[in-house]
């Protein structure tokens, strides 16, 4: 970020982890198939200190920039959790 702000960047959006424990590779070695828990807690361990990191470095030495950072987390885990809602569905294991 500091480099993109140095070649005059004032503008920046993020995109967080999703859920990675849901990844097709981490629930195959699920014995239910699930999701993988403690993938997940780590993914979101890391949202909550990226968006607490980027807003340290931003009030501290990039007072012009503007940021969002997007939950593909949320989004793709209430997807997940309301997929005939949203119009997907979901495969039967």
């Given at each position: 970020?500091q480099?993109?702000y140095k070649?005059?960047?004032?503008?920046?959006?993020?995109?967080?982890v999703?859920?990675?424990?849901?990844t097709?590779?981490?629930r195959?070695?699920m014995?239910?198939?699930?999701?993988?828990d403690?993938?997940?807690?780590?993914?979101?361990?890391f949202?909550?200190?990226l968006?607490?990191?980027?807003?340290t470095?931003?009030?501290?030495s990039?007072?012009?920039?503007k940021?969002?950072?997007?939950?593909?987390y949320?989004?793709?885990?209430?997807?997940?959790?309301?997929?005939?809602?949203?119009?997907?569905?979901?495969?039967?294991?």
């Amino acid at each position: 970020m500091q480099a993109l702000y140095k070649l005059g960047a004032r503008r920046l959006g993020i995109l967080d982890v999703p859920a990675i424990g849901c990844t097709p590779g981490s629930r195959v070695p699920m014995a239910n198939g699930g999701c993988n828990d403690a993938a997940n807690s780590m993914a979101q361990n890391f949202n909550k200190l990226l968006r607490l990191e980027v807003a340290t470095a931003v009030a501290t030495s990039m007072p012009d920039m503007k940021y969002s950072i997007a939950s593909t987390y949320n989004f793709l885990t209430a997807l997940m959790d309301n997929h005939l809602v949203a119009g997907m569905f979901k495969a039967i294991v």
